[in-house]
């Protein structure tokens, strides 16, 4: 590479260092052109390469368009995603681009963000874990990956401004999780901050998430980037750790940088920092071995295909799926011509071919097609009687459902999670036909399916399916593959189900996460509500038995070596060859903070032969069982009978163990405001403080009293007449025992 990173740092004058904390226009960092520094070239977008060839969000260059991650993540399949990201890589290299803006793994707070089409799932774990391998995969190809939006960006109202005003532990369990598993394990070249405030701040300029936890505690040496536009001021977000701001004209912020550095109002280290930073970046995108293949356009496609297999979840099959080899098929629904494949703003792709229904499945068996409704949400008789006489002359109905375009975009949020109105109104006509139905649906997130899915014979989650999606669905209706996927976001029966919702997207200027970690199925669980179809669901074309649970326990908590190995047997028990994702789940024990009754700690998609068995062995660490303590800042195993538990989703877990931890009590540091209650929990600290008692006098308070007073801070209640200790007595033991 034509700079040393130290060279340019001490030679580069306070102005061209200045240059390098600052983009060069919307796409490029800045470079320093005098000391041989080269500009490092971004894009957007996580499911597919989006080279703009205009202005913003204008024409982009062709890519291929894979599942968007709502799809993706309903695959399960690690393995799947590595080759997603090792496809994106060779892509960016063919287009000249350094960094990949991608993947966005912001929790699945409520199904009405409008950009959760984006993202993987309501569940950290599985965020995290699917978000690492398309990294991995992407990065193994020399171009970097660029994890966004951090943190807690997980609605489109007011992105830009909103106080995100969330709990610690809610953020540790939930918000940050899927942030620290990719960053952890795969190093990012770079992490996107997001837009939003965070309890107060805004994130460009939060120097406790930017700093403190992203590189204190995560070790992250990479290059932290704004969201574009969301730096506000370049010198404060400088000092909290923000090391490129995106886009930028030269001239302004690189500026302000300059001249506060000049007036001595920000230190030179500070900037140095930060463009180390980016100049690392620079060397590892010079130093990258990529491969210059040219693109196979044809394997990607094939690629997006065999990604779509696995990104369709079956809902419900009476039988109907697959198609018999001769029946008749209305294909009824625009979305059959007019396919939707991916979701609006900066992650939209020009695809490089785009399947259509009624082309693939025509190509299978005897189709007419009737649109049955307009995209517009108009109602239109005519095409309403012309789909019931098609079903009429017909043995099957393949429904085409889902969202329009408008629905799904960055920048809006959804009010309501039903489908159009012309749609199920749609539907109650064709299911008076008598013939069967198989609903299709396309959308980047739940929609309510509770008031007609038994309308229908079979019901398909496509999702958004990318540019081979309709390939792939054709694929699947006449059985050539089984579907595979599971729910990475639960389908609630109605969306005031969710414990978010009344607080979704919250009031002008401020939204309250005050459900706390109850996200999704852990809120729902909690809630006992019944669901439409719960997280981890998914049907095939075979059947599978659990059995042989094995729980081997090594090490234990307070060694910080506990070790949980989970055994599970999972057998093919029909007649083809099928996948199962097993997951396993900790059910948790009774805490001194409220616990979903369980979450996902584990998975494994094994794919087995008619009569095939597997034992599928998954490993579980303390982290397991685990919850974040904000009275010990950390994370915290308290005893309890935890249960481990097995099986094909949320709420169907066959297999269940208990699992008694032991774990010696956590004192509770004790400070100026500790309860009379926190203070007699302490054995020592309560001693120290009666050993200060007068001779002769005494503190016991009868249950009657301690019922009523337990709860007030020791430190003022002795300040009550006729009190035997006093207020320096206990600032006397809190110097010795406080937290
Ligand atoms: C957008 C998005 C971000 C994208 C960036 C560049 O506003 O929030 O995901 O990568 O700007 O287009």
């Given at each position: 590479m034509g700079f040393d990173v130290d060279d340019v740092i001490t030679q580069g004058t306070t102005d061209e260092l200045a240059r390098l904390v600052v983009g060069d226009g919307t796409w490029h960092t800045s470079g320093v052109p005098r000391l041989k520094v080269p500009r490092v070239r971004m894009a957007d977008g996580p499911h597919g390469l989006r080279v703009e060839l205009g202005g913003s969000l204008g024409e982009s260059a062709p890519a291929t368009c894979f599942p968007p991650a709502v799809g993706l993540a309903s695959s399960w399949n690690p393995a799947l995603l590595r080759r997603v990201g090792e496809a994106l890589g060779r892509e960016a290299t063919a287009a000249g681009v350094d960094v990949v803006l991608g993947p966005g793994v912001n929790i699945?707070?409520?199904?009405?963000?409008?950009?959760?089409?984006?993202y993987f799932s309501e569940d950290p774990l599985l965020a995290g874990a699917l978000a690492s391998a398309l990294v991995y995969g992407l990065q193994s190809t020399g171009v970097g990956a660029c994890v966004k939006h951090f943190a807690a960006n997980n609605q489109e109202t007011d992105r830009m401004r909103v106080d995100v005003q969330v709990s610690e532990r809610a953020l540790r369990e939930i918000y940050l999780p899927a942030f620290e598993k990719v960053v952890t394990a795969t190093q990012p070249w770079m992490v996107m901050c997001s837009y939003n405030r965070l309890n107060g701040p805004l994130v460009s300029e939060d120097p406790w998430l930017?700093?403190?936890?992203?590189?204190?505690?995560?070790?992250y040496t990479g290059v932290v980037v704004s969201d574009w536009g969301a730096v506000v001021n370049r010198v404060e977000s400088l000092i909290a750790g923000l090391d490129l701001e995106m886009p930028h004209v030269l001239g302004n912020s690189d500026r302000e940088v300059a001249e506060a550095v000049e007036a001595g109002q920000l230190s030179r280290e500070l900037v140095e920092l930060s463009a180390a930073r980016v100049l690392q970046l620079t060397h590892r995108v010079a130093d990258a071995v990529r491969d210059d293949q040219p693109v196979d356009e044809a394997a990607h496609h094939e690629l997006a295909r065999q990604a779509a297999h696995e990104s369709m979840v079956l809902l419900a099959n009476d039988g109907v799926l697959p198609l018999a080899p001769r029946a008749k098929v209305?294909?009824?629904?625009?979305f059959a011509r007019t396919p939707r494949f991916q979701g609006g703003g900066s992650s939209k792709v020009n695809a490089t071919r785009v399947e259509r229904l009624v082309d693939t499945l025509a190509a299978r068996r005897q189709v007419r097609f009737a649109p049955g409704f307009l995209l517009s949400g108009e109602p239109d008789d005519a095409l309403v009687e012309d789909a019931v006489a098609a079903a009429e002359a017909s043995d099957v109905v393949v429904l085409c459902l889902g969202l329009p375009d408008a629905d799904e975009t960055e920048g809006l949020d959804r009010t309501h999670l039903r489908l159009p109105e012309v749609q199920r109104a749609l539907l109650v006509e064709l299911a008076q036909t008598g013939t069967p139905i198989v609903a299709i649906l396309s959308n980047g997130a739940a929609v309510e399916v509770a008031d007609w899915a038994d309308d229908c014979n079979a019901l398909v989650e496509g999702w958004l399916g990318g540019q081979a999606g309709a390939l792939a669905l054709a694929d699947v209706l006449v059985g050539d593959v089984e579907p595979s996927g599971r729910l990475a976001e639960t389908i609630p029966v109605r969306l005031f189900d969710l414990p978010s919702s009344l607080m979704f997207p919250g009031e002008p200027g401020r939204v309250v996460y005050g459900e706390g970690v109850f996200v999704g199925y852990r809120g729902l669980d909690a809630t006992d509500r019944p669901v439409a179809f719960p997280f981890g669901f998914g049907l095939g074309y075979t059947t599978m038995r659990y059995d042989d649970l094995a729980v081997k326990v090594t090490g234990t908590p307070a060694s910080g070596a506990l070790r949980v190995s989970v055994q599970v047997r999972v057998t093919n028990t029909g007649e083809r060859a099928g996948c199962e994702v097993v997951q396993v789940y900790v059910g948790n024990a009774p805490a001194s903070v409220p616990r979903p009754p369980r979450e996902l700690r584990a998975f494994s998609k094994v794919r087995l032969e008619p009569g095939e068995s597997r034992t599928v062995t998954l490993p579980l660490d303390a982290r397991a069982f685990s919850f974040w303590s904000e009275a010990h800042d950390r994370w915290v195993v308290e005893s309890g009978v935890f249960t481990i538990e097995a099986g094909p989703n949320s709420r169907d877990l066959p297999l269940s163990q208990e699992l008694r931890l032991d774990v010696p009590a956590l004192r509770v540091?004790?400070?100026?405001?500790?309860t009379i209650d926190e203070w007699r929990s302490d054995d020592q600290a309560w001693a120290a403080l009666l050993e200060r008692l007068p001779e002769g006098a005494s503190f016991e308070l009868p249950p009657e009293v301690l019922a009523v007073?337990?709860?007030?801070p020791l430190r003022r209640f002795v300040?009550?007449?006729?009190?035997?200790?006093?207020a320096a007595d206990v600032d006397a033991v809190l110097a010795a025992y406080g937290g």
């Open positions: 699945k707070r409520s199904p009405l963000c409008g950009r959760n089409f984006e930017l700093t403190d936890v992203l590189r204190g505690e995560w070790d209305a294909l009824v629904g625009e540091p004790l400070h100026a405001e500790s007073v337990g709860g007030q300040k009550f007449p006729d009190m035997p200790l006093s």
